[in-house]
């Protein structure tokens, strides 16, 4: 991998990680037209890790609310919301456990992948003749973007697409879907980083930098498409990504049938 290729791949990584357009398909038709695949699972849990250190910085003050609340009886709102995260990334946390070798086969198809990109753009696109809801986020709504979640495990689904759109589905306020989707996301990523932690101690000679320059990207630019989606969710523009998902797709389809 070459420097070029580390800051391409490093700024699609932020940028689509948390826009609705599939960070983990960007990544596999982005390696594939580039001729820079990877061995092992290390660049991807690096430049994840640098997108999770993202979400942390955005929401810092909340997260330091949330793991105060562990201490403090007052803040029983906030452990609700520790709750509901839990709840939420269970879905993944089983998907992950007894699917992985169907997702590992997945991401070695950039077909499939520019497929499931059509199929995120039509989850945007429903969110379009959804009424806007009222609810805070609930073990119910929790639960069902927890399954939105588990099934972007699939390279070409939008994490933050499905479960956003998960979640307007189940009534929730359009910014508190969003802010819970990203505070949904440090679970997983963390998780999903912890369990493939030898790869990070093993990577091969001369990957270090590029790998360093792909994570910063991946922090810069993912910091700024939380603005970016927060901003969008506020004006009720959600579902205009789809058309970028449909363009990508057929993109995908038109390069690797």
Request: proline share 4%.
């Amino acid at each position: 991998m070459t420097y070029s290729d580390a800051v391409f791949l490093g700024l699609l990584q932020g940028l689509t990680e948390f826009l609705p357009v599939s960070s983990s398909g960007h990544l596999v038709l982005g390696q594939h037209l580039l001729g820079v695949k990877q061995p092992g699972v290390a660049f991807e849990v690096l430049v994840h890790l640098g997108t999770l250190a993202s979400v942390v910085v955005y929401f810092r003050r909340r997260l330091w609310r949330l793991v105060r609340s562990v201490f403090t009886k007052e803040l029983s709102e906030e452990r609700r919301i520790i709750g509901l995260l839990i709840v939420g990334t269970v879905p993944a946390v089983l998907a992950g456990l007894f699917l992985e070798d169907f997702f590992e086969r997945a991401f070695s198809n950039p077909l499939v992948t520019s497929i499931m990109l059509a199929v995120t753009g039509l989850i945007l696109l429903s969110t379009r003749f959804v009424r806007k809801g009222d609810c805070a986020p609930g073990l119910k709504s929790s639960l069902i973007m927890g399954v939105g979640q588990a099934l972007a495990i699939m390279p070409g689904i939008s994490r933050s697409g499905t479960t956003i759109s998960a979640g307007l589905m189940a009534g929730v306020r359009p910014s508190e879907a969003a802010e819970f989707s990203f505070l949904l996301a440090i679970p997983a990523i963390a998780g999903a980083a912890l369990l493939e932690w030898e790869a990070l101690v093993n990577l091969g000679p001369g990957l270090a930098g590029p790998y360093a320059v792909a994570t910063l990207l991946s922090f810069a630019s993912g910091l700024f498409a939380v603005y970016a989606v927060l901003a969008v969710i506020r004006r009720g523009h959600f579902e205009y990504f789809a058309y970028y998902c449909f363009a990508a797709a057929a993109l995908g389809v038109y390069l690797f049938v």
